[in-house]
T-cell receptor, first 110, second 114 residues
Framework: RKEVEQDPGPFNVPEGATVAFNCTYS??????FFWYRQDCRKEPKLLMS???SGNEDGRFTAQLNRASQYISLLIRDSKLSDSATYLC???????????FGKGTRLSVIA | EPEVTQTPSHQVTQMGQEVILRCVPI?????FYWYRQILGQKVEFLVS????????KSEIFDDQFSVERPDGSNFTLKIRSTKLEDSAMYFC????????????FGNGTRLTVT
């Protein structure tokens, strides 16, 4: 099983739509979780950290389910500028580095 | 907002040549990293650096790679004898705390080995 697995997409949605991405991770000892956004040929940029109780930042909501080893990202009222690849990133405890998923590509269409 | 800066933005080199990729991390950050991303692939960890020494490295980071923090501000990645498969985007990143706080990435150096 891959360490961090994401549906690669692409997800093609109209402006204003709600879209959800899922991510599963294999290491049950994982402690920290993040969603990053990456535009084509650019560096990853932090979108939001994911907390155990779930958290929201404007149109973005992240959820964590430790029992199922599953993280989600919900984007409401999609904008054209949300078009990007969304990377799920997980950090285990101990001496393991952050592990990136391959990303889910989103295209928001006018 | 402070940022991580990388130079050059694009480096073209011939197979077998040495390259040095440069990074200036955010000034109060303590942990420094190199990641790479081959075109169309995922971001892969290479090495982390703390307190002037390597704290972790991946299988990719073999004897051809080395890192250095020569002067307290720069953080460099050297590839001694480049191979075609080293062609990738190389990202430097820094963080204040390891694994807990998020990474701040530089805008990357695109390395092309011909």
């Amino acid at each position: 099983r891959k360490e961090v697995e994401q549906d690669p997409g692409p997800f093609n949605v109209p402006e204003g739509a709600t879209v959800a991405f899922n991510c599963t991770y294999s290491n049950s000892a994982s402690q920290s979780f993040f969603w990053y956004r990456q535009d084509c040929r650019k560096e990853p940029k932090l979108l939001m950290s994911v907390y155990s109780s779930g958290n929201e930042d404007g149109r973005f909501t992240a959820q964590l389910n430790r029992a199922s080893q599953y993280i989600s990202l919900l984007i409401r009222d999609s904008k054209l500028s949300d078009s990007a690849t969304y990377l799920c990133v997980v950090a285990a405890s101990g001496n393991t580095p952050l592990v990136f998923g391959k990303g889910t590509r989103l295209s928001v269409i006018a | 907002e402070p940022e991580v800066t990388q130079t050059p933005s694009h480096q073209v080199t011939q197979m077998g040549q040495e390259v040095i990729l440069r990074c200036v991390p955010i000034s109060n950050h303590l942990y420094f990293y190199w990641y790479r991303q081959i075109l169309g692939q995922k971001v892969e960890f290479l090495v982390s650096f703390y307190n002037n020494e390597i704290s972790e490295k991946s299988e990719i980071f073999d004897d051809q790679f080395s890192v250095e923090r020569p002067d307290g501000s720069n953080f460099t990645l050297k590839i001694r004898s480049t191979k075609l498969e080293d062609s990738a985007m190389y990202f430097c990143a820094s963080s204040y705390e390891e694994r807990i706080s998020p990474l701040h990435f530089g805008n990357g150096t695109r390395l092309t080995v011909t």
